[in-house]
């Protein structure tokens, strides 16, 4: 898991402004996934990737977009229609889908 | 969708002693169950997972076992150290929905008393 990075550690988002997370991964691994997690929800999905130029929407995609130009990034945006984005999001990577869920260290969004 | 539900949502276990956590799941063709422990602030970190063609994996102190027919699987931990207090997610995957995406349980919260 140590080669899945995610930055900025802490962000602060204003009102109706929109800002992108990143995820990035030195593992040659198809899949990646955005995961929202909530106090005492869990982890919910976002979006997902299994391959380059295509996502797909997981539970909570409403307010939130995503992009896969390059197999190592996704990054992630929340936009201004997210309403509630206080949030710990997680980015993981798996080799192909089928195997292990492997999670970078994640991205503590605040709103001021 | 799959459905994963997590038992007890706290556990609190005297040093020494022995944690069991149980997950149930709702569908009958899932075929990947990981288990990941989340310690407070940091990323959840695959400590063990199984296979439906699998009804026991042992990893030191860490054991997960399946019972497909009953539709559920269970972390044990055996020999617990305060180390171990952490935040436990279980999750499974099924080939007959969403492409392969995990449904994850809301997390066991593990304290070991020293």
């Known amino acids: 898991d140590g080669g899945i990075t995610q930055s900025p550690k802490y962000l602060f988002r204003k009102e109706g402004q929109n800002v992108t997370l990143s995820c990035e991964q030195n593992l040659n691994h198809d899949a990646m996934y955005w995961y929202r997690q909530d106090p005492g929800q869990g982890l919910r999905l976002i979006y997902y990737s299994q391959i380059v130029n295509d996502f797909q929407k997981g539970d909570i995609a409403e307010g939130y977009s995503v992009s896969r130009e390059k197999k190592e990034s996704f990054p992630l945006t929340v936009t201004s229609a997210q309403k509630n984005p206080t949030a710990f999001y997680l980015c993981?990577?798996?080799?192909?889908?089928?195997?292990?869920?492997?999670f970078g260290p994640g991205t503590r969004l605040l709103v001021l | 969708g799959e459905n994963v539900e997590q038992h007890p949502s706290t556990l609190s276990v005297q040093e020494g002693d022995s944690a069991v956590i149980k997950c149930t799941y709702s569908?009958?063709?899932?075929?990947?169950f990981p288990w990941y422990k989340q310690e407070l602030g940091k990323r959840p970190q695959l400590i063990i997972d199984?296979?439906?063609?699998?009804g026991e994996k042992k990893d030191q102190r860490i054991a997960v076992t399946l019972n497909k027919t009953a539709k559920h699987f269970s972390l044990h931990i055996t020999e617990t150290q305060p180390e171990d207090s952490a935040v436990y997610f279980c999750?499974?995957?099924?080939?007959?929905?969403?492409?392969?995406?995990?449904?994850f349980g809301k997390g066991n919260q593990v304290v070991v008393i020293p």
């Open positions: 199984i296979r439906s063609n699998v």
């Open positions: 569908d009958s063709a899932s075929n990947y």
């Open positions: 999750a499974a995957r099924g080939p007959l929905w969403g492409n392969n995406r995990l449904a």
């Open positions: 993981a990577s798996s080799i192909d889908g089928l195997e292990t869920q492997y």
